[in-house]
């Protein structure tokens, strides 16, 4: 169920403080499938969270709002038309940008 961009913001954000709050060493991601961008796409095996979006313009502007104002890493806008799903996790050696 989608969720309003304000919640999937706080959301996120609690869980990268609880997680090791050093935005840096996060990457956000927007895409169709949120499991198959983190664990095939990235490597990711720890420390991720993802949340789905109402449409792809409010999860392009959650991941715009983590990259611009707390630097975190991620595309801008990146993904297509149908990406509603916001995924965050924390970088490491095995994890890919």
Known sequence: MPK???EIIASINAYIMKKGGDYAAWYIGIGEDAKKQLFTV???EHGW???TA???SVARAIQDYFVSTFNAVGGCSSGDDDAIMVY???MNSKTAP
């Open 4 to 6: 309003a961009k304000e």
């Open 42 to 44: 990235h490597h990711v």
């Open 49 to 51: 969270i993802y949340e």
């Open 54 to 56: 109402a449409t792809s």
């Open 88 to 90: 965050a996790y924390k």
